[in-house]
């Protein structure tokens, strides 16, 4: 069995990929670019192909078909970059990852401070040596109404969590309520939510139905000076109404680690290019705005946790076992 890693990383996941192969017996090509035209070849003769959220066309899908691939390997929990219609059409399937919710849940309780702290600000006017105090008063935590959208393993730990800070904690979930989570945060529905949410943290997946959930519709039901986090995808948040409502103000602060059209963008070194997406130029010019590049998940065990889990994937199919991660296309 075989498989070939696309954008995998020379720094960090290759050691892995060499540990984990020895480990089930798996070989592996990699490359650390993305799949293109020029080096889908790497998929010849390979039962699988790993990716990370990119630009995967129905032309790249024919090609690794061709190819002999039987098995997408996304070193992700979402999966929404693919053409799963098309991947179950042609007999393909698709594994995704899970693991250890603490690190995201965290990073989204980060970002709750930062932005009640107004620590973009703090930083950027200490760079330029202002240390005064002006505009840099912030607002406590424990004073604050969070609402929870989705309450998965992500969502759960987040709440869990942010018990310890004696916060009054909303939860809203489309796929019905925790009754663990009923002990520290009380089940609304989502208009509710909206209205009496100084701060909304977003921890749902990306699909037709969330979509653009965070729309001029969803926010003018919001409170004004309303907080908004999202470690979640970017395409939940509809970029020019949000872009707009922080320009006037209903939206007092943000903090996102991921945005709209970011494929091919994070990973990548772009420091002497001109970026071509003007949704990210705009949030990077507001002080008011904490924009980190989609680095929640990045911890030594779930990196770890994600290359293993492309190798037991693919050796559960070649055991004909159950694979708790495969997606039921």
């Known amino acids: 069995m075989k498989i070939a890693f696309f954008a995998l990383r020379k720094f960090d996941e290759l050691e892995l990929c060499n540990k984990f192969s020895s480990k089930y017996n798996i070989d592996f090509v990699w490359t650390s670019e993305y799949p293109s035209e020029k080096n889908l070849f790497l998929a010849q003769n390979c039962d699988a192909i790993s990716v990370v959220p990119c630009k995967i066309t129905k032309e790249f899908i024919d090609k690794f078909k ?125 208009d509710t939510l909206y209205k009496n949410s100084d701060i909304i943290s977003l921890h749902v997946s990306s699909n037709p139905d969330t979509f653009h959930m965070i729309n001029e519709n969803a926010i003018n039901k919001m409170k004004d000076g309303v907080i908004i986090i999202n470690t979640a995808r970017g395409n939940l948040i509809e970029s020019k109404s949000f872009i707009n409502n922080i320009k006037s103000g209903k939206i007092s602060a943000a903090g996102l680690d991921v945005i709209e059209n970011e494929n091919g963008l994070y990973y990548c070194n772009k420091s002497s290019e001109i970026i071509d997406n003007d949704e990210l130029s705009m949030l990077r010019s507001f002080p008011n705005v904490v924009l980190t590049p989609h680095t929640a998940f990045y911890t030594e065990t779930t990196v770890s946790n994600m290359v293993e889990k492309a190798f037991l994937a693919l050796k559960h199919y070649k055991e004909n076992t159950n694979n708790p991660c495969e997606i039921i296309l």
Do not use: W
């Open 66 to 190: 061709e190819y002999g691939v039987k098995y997408i390997l996304c070193r992700s929990i979402g999966y929404d970059h693919l053409p799963l219609d098309y991947v179950k059409s042609i007999g393909m399937k698709v594994s995704n990852v899970s693991y250890p919710s603490d690190c995201v849940a965290d990073y989204a309780i980060m970002l709750m401070l930062m932005t009640t702290r107004k620590m973009n600000q703090i930083m950027l006017r200490s760079i330029a040596q202002d240390y005064s105090l002006r505009g840099k008063m912030g607002r406590d935590i424990r004073d604050c109404t969070i609402g929870i959208i989705g309450t998965g393993h992500i969502g759960s730990t987040v709440i869990k969590h942010l018990s310890g800070f004696d916060c009054k904690i909303l939860a809203y979930n489309a796929f019905g309520e925790n009754e663990e989570l009923k002990k520290y945060a009380r089940y609304v529905d989502l």
